[in-house]
């Protein structure tokens, strides 16, 4: 049996040999510029890594055999962490505690928290590695990526095709050091600087029909339209769009435009009782907006301290079902629509000065012409290319201009959602006294409540707290220790109102202008 000879080259082709490897392995270094080429890369290195650990054992019962171990965990991470980009994000130490991981998509130019599409990658380098294999490799990632934080850069907004940039007003390209969890569907098109016509209908004109003419209403529709692709900062305030429930009144039309233009996978659905919900939150986490759709305006939002946390930017813990809790910072836009205004247990000045409300007080006619503005119009890539264009070009928005109409309709939901506010904005003015018991201002409230079958389950004490708030805002002072009287300064007139008020011995409140007592004065 001839014996197998070496091949040998002569020193030209040993050289060229020499030179075709260093150039694989330099290709084999680079990074990869795609998801396909990661892919590919993690693949082979797997196959490599794998071969170098073969041996032919001498000796015993694998003697002439050659023995093929499997990939330890750690290798397997050298080589996954060699290749692929991971993160933790946070944006301080107590959210990078909990926070998820997070892996580069080359394609999307995003980081993405998705647990199967890490635990894939994985396997590309060991399809035969086992689960706990897998999760050994998975957790080690955790403990070893680079913590960072988000990109909070108002000038910045990225988009189907790159990262804008503002200032230099120009597209720049994906890049990991931009630290984007989500991202705008559109393309960027320098040339879409000319806003699309169809048949006479245009964007800007509508726009114009909802605000009535009214600068300060058409003003807030374009900040909500340049607001929805700004989702690496905080707004700090929420929107509802509301009508009367009459129907074709363009309010859905504008909710699906900002959808076609940051993209429907970018849009989280969550109505107002369901901020609260654990797992439903956990639903729209990294959505650019956050819509709910057809709330029900008799729904009483007892509880809204997730919807005021993710209104304002706050850190949040979130419960996933099934997976561990994390910490998460929402810069989400969040729209809410209903057919009247909304009822909430905290009316505070604090929670509804950041409420932005639109009232769309039309209806369109349900013709032919009108359902092609939301079955055809709004769905053009022309006209959502010029949207963009006009939004990158306008100034970031990190404060809502607050319309009039937004105020009255503010004032409404305060007067619905908070009885003592309502109480004073109506009857107190009435009061002809500077100064008046605190006694009997609590049972001429509870006794006008009753007269508007509005019966009131509150304590004294809490009416006199809440109504403090509001009088000293009028001008008026209270004092807690029974140190002044009414004297002069109480008309009889005040005693003639609560008493043509009660039915019966309720209310029963007899003002002593010389005893001293707690009151509310007007100097």
């Not at 076609?260 to 609260?276: A, P």
């Not at 706050?314 to 809790?325: A, D, S, W």
């Not at 939901?413 to 500077?434: G, P, R």
Request: aromatic content about 12%.
């Amino acid at each position: 049996m001839a014996k197998d000879t070496e091949v040998v080259f002569d020193d030209e082709t040993e050289e060229n040999i020499k030179k075709l490897r260093k150039m694989q392995q330099e290709e084999n270094n680079k990074p990869p510029k795609t998801n396909q080429e990661l892919f590919s890369k993690l693949k082979q290195a797997g196959i490599e890594k794998r071969k170098e650990k073969e041996y032919t054992p001498e000796k015993g019962v694998n003697a002439g055999k050659t023995i093929k171990p499997r990939l330890t965990f750690r290798e397997i991470t050298n080589i996954v962490e060699k290749y692929g980009i991971f993160r933790i994000i946070g944006d301080d130490k107590e959210e990078q505690s909990k926070a998820p991981l997070y892996w580069y998509n080359l394609d999307d130019g995003i980081y993405s928290k998705d647990e199967t599409e890490i635990r894939q990658l994985i396997n590309y380098v060991d399809n035969q590695a086992t689960d706990r294999t897998i999760t050994e490799v998975f957790n080690k990632l955790i403990l070893e990526s680079k913590r960072v934080a988000r990109t909070h850069n108002k000038n910045l907004v990225i988009v189907n095709n790159g990262v804008y940039d503002r200032l230099q007003n120009k597209l720049l390209k994906f890049n990991s050091d931009y630290v984007f969890t989500t991202k705008i569907a559109t393309n960027y098109n320098p040339s879409a600087s000319t806003e699309p016509v169809y048949n006479g209908w245009s964007i800007s004109k509508w726009f114009n029909q909802i605000a009535n003419g009214k600068q300060d209403k058409i003003k807030l529709l374009w900040q909500i339209i340049t607001a929805s692709i700004d989702s690496n900062i905080s707004h700090e305030s929420a929107i509802f769009l509301i009508d009367d429930g009459q129907g074709r009144t363009g309010k859905s039309t504008f909710e699906n435009l900002i959808m076609n233009l940051v993209g429907k996978n970018n849009c989280g659905q969550l109505k107002l009782i369901e901020f609260e919900d654990d797992f439903k939150l956990a639903l729209v986490d990294n959505k650019a907006v956050i819509i709910g759709d057809d709330n029900d305006p008799n729904s009483f939002n007892e509880d809204s301290s997730k919807f005021k946390s993710l209104t304002t930017g706050e850190t949040i813990l979130i419960n996933p079902k099934g997976m561990r809790p994390y910490y998460n910072r929402f810069n989400s836009l969040i729209i809410q629509s209903m057919n009247g205004v909304p009822r909430f247990k905290d009316s505070t000045d604090a929670h509804l000065r950041r409420f932005r409300i639109v009232k769309f007080n039309h209806q369109y006619q349900a013709t032919p012409q009108n359902r092609k503005i939301k079955d055809d119009y709004i769905n053009r890539k022309e006209l959502l290319e010029w949207l963009l264009y006009k939004a990158l070009h306008s100034k970031p928005v990190t404060t809502f201009i607050q319309t009039d109409e937004s105020n009255n309709a503010t004032h409404e939901i305060k007067e619905d959602n908070d009885a003592v506010y309502y109480f004073i904005n109506k009857y107190f003015d009435d009061l002809e006294s500077t100064r008046i018991p605190s006694t009997f201002l609590f049972n001429y409230f509870m006794a006008c409540m009753d007269y508007e079958n509005n019966h009131q389950k509150i304590k004294q004490r809490t009416f006199t707290l809440r109504a403090q708030k509001i009088l000293k805002n009028k001008g008026w002072e209270y004092t807690p220790n029974k140190t002044r009287q009414p004297l002069k300064y109480w008309t009889g007139k005040d005693q003639q109102k609560l008493d043509e008020l009660r039915n019966d011995q309720r209310y029963l409140c007899n003002v002593e202008p010389n005893k001293y007592q707690r009151l509310f004065y007007k100097e």
